[in-house]
């Protein structure tokens, strides 16, 4: 399991972390539809994946509360990988579901407590989409992608004198990105989508270390 451990640390560095336009929406409706994620109970998705020409395929992705399940499950090889992240005790564990053997990693030393963790935030609403998201907002149309009512968020920045530009289609429904695009300044872009979208609430189970899981390593970091 040691040789995907670099695969884990990008995963967690994105996830713990994912504006021109026609005619321009009033601000309210679209922040409004931004809300809505956070009244969601959990959510899940499906995301294409690619770390190397070796390691890639498809991620499932389940939230609730302060859980998140990762699956990620590569195209070539075959191999499963199972992520459970934001543990209360502090530790998220790497799981190997073959071999029934996982990596600890604790990132804190302090054990959240039930009434420390705010069970109506969720990892996306809560975080890349807030007010600082909200005013660097420059553009809003709405459209549909792939039969689904979206807005459709644009905003353009300068780096190295060159333009950039962050686009993502927001669902109307779940308040949650269904494709997101960057154009970089080199000329490169760079694309996610989020497919089979569905609202929770999703088992508990999903987000526990199952009983006969052996954990074979512990690894301590801040």
């Given at each position: 399991?040691?040789?995907?451990?670099?695969?884990?640390?990008?995963?967690?560095?994105?996830?713990i972390g994912i504006y021109s336009g026609a005619e321009t929406i009033s601000a309210e409706s679209w922040q409004q539809v931004l809300n809505k994620s956070q009244d969601l109970e959990g959510y899940y998705y499906q995301t294409p994946y690619k770390f190397s020409n070796n390691h890639m395929g498809v991620m499932e992705v389940w939230n609730q509360g302060?859980?998140?399940?990762?699956?990620?499950?590569?195209?070539?090889?075959?191999?499963?990988?199972?992520?459970?992240?934001?543990q209360t005790e502090g530790t998220f564990y790497q799981i190997d579901p073959e071999a029934k053997e996982a990596i600890a990693f604790t990132?804190?030393?302090?054990?959240?407590?039930?009434?420390?963790?705010d069970e109506s935030r969720y990892a996306v609403a809560g975080s890349r989409f807030d007010q600082n998201?909200?005013?660097?907002?420059?553009?809003?149309?709405?459209?549909?992608?792939?039969d689904q009512p979206v807005f459709l968020l644009e905003?353009?920045?300068?780096?190295?004198g060159q333009e950039e530009i962050y686009?993502?289609?927001?669902?109307?429904e779940f308040g949650l990105p269904l494709k997101e695009e960057m154009k970089m300044a080199d000329g490169r872009i760079h694309r996610r989508?989020?497919?089979?979208?569905?609202e929770g609430p999703f088992s508990q189970e999903l987000f526990q270390l199952p009983d006969?899981?052996?954990?074979?390593?512990?690894?301590?970091f801040n």
């Open positions: 399991m040691d040789k995907r451990l670099l695969i884990v640390f990008a995963l967690l560095a994105g996830i302060y859980g998140i399940r990762i699956e990620m499950v590569n195209s070539l090889s075959g191999e499963k990988m199972i992520l459970l992240t934001r990132y804190t030393d302090v054990e959240l407590l039930p009434q420390d963790l998201f909200i005013d660097r907002v420059s553009s809003v149309k709405e459209e549909m992608y792939k905003n353009k920045s300068t780096h190295g686009r993502v289609w927001i669902s109307k989508v989020y497919n089979e979208m569905k006969d899981i052996e954990i074979i390593e512990q690894i301590r």
